[in-house]
């Protein structure tokens, strides 16, 4: 159809760039800056726009992001997560979205995890807001295991039961 851009010879243009900073000196520190974009193939509108700031050392690892949409309509967000890692295999996590536009938190988190090389278990409180009235937010509290296999998968030689004998 006409109204597809599935016959447009050209399509939106998509950019990243980043900058790092590590420093061995603080705790194996590293600081990530990154840019994303989208802008419309006539250049003259963005259609989205993020800014991900990270930090990360040994013990903790703090993630904040920020972003605007606007192909269909506005939208302004902040997602940021938080982990704390422990000593004795033990992380704790937090975070949460916020929609900027409307001065409202979507999600919120906090969980803790244990993780060993055989053995992770979780455990996490979610809840959802929503901004609609037909929509109920939820609460939700996840459990989880998870064993993780030991070295590496073995599997017997068959070659000999596939070559055929004449």
């Not at 993630?63 to 302004?76: A, D, P, Q, R």
């Not at 939700?140 to 070295?151: Q, Y």
Request: glycine share 4%; hydrophobic share 30%.
């Amino acid at each position: 159809p006409k109204n597809s851009s599935l016959q447009g010879k050209r399509s939106d243009f998509v950019g990243v760039s980043s900058f790092k900073i590590k420093s061995k000196k603080l705790n194996n520190s590293e600081f990530n800056l990154g840019y994303n974009y989208i802008i419309n193939k006539d250049l003259d509108a963005f259609l989205r726009n993020g800014i991900v700031t990270k930090f990360d050392n040994d013990k903790n690892n703090l993630k904040v992001s920020y972003y605007k949409e606007s192909k269909i309509g506005n939208s302004h967000y902040v997602d940021t997560k938080y982990k704390r890692k422990f000593d004795n295999n033990f992380n704790f996590s937090m975070g949460f979205r916020k929609n900027l536009q409307k001065n409202f938190t979507e999600t919120n988190f906090i969980g803790t995890n244990y993780d060993s090389d055989c053995l992770k278990i979780e455990l996490n409180l979610s809840k959802k807001f929503y901004f609609n009235q037909d929509i109920e937010p939820s609460n939700n509290l996840t459990f989880s295991i998870m064993l993780k296999p030991f070295g590496k998968p073995m599997s017997p030689d068959l070659t000999s039961f596939t070559e055929s004998v004449f």
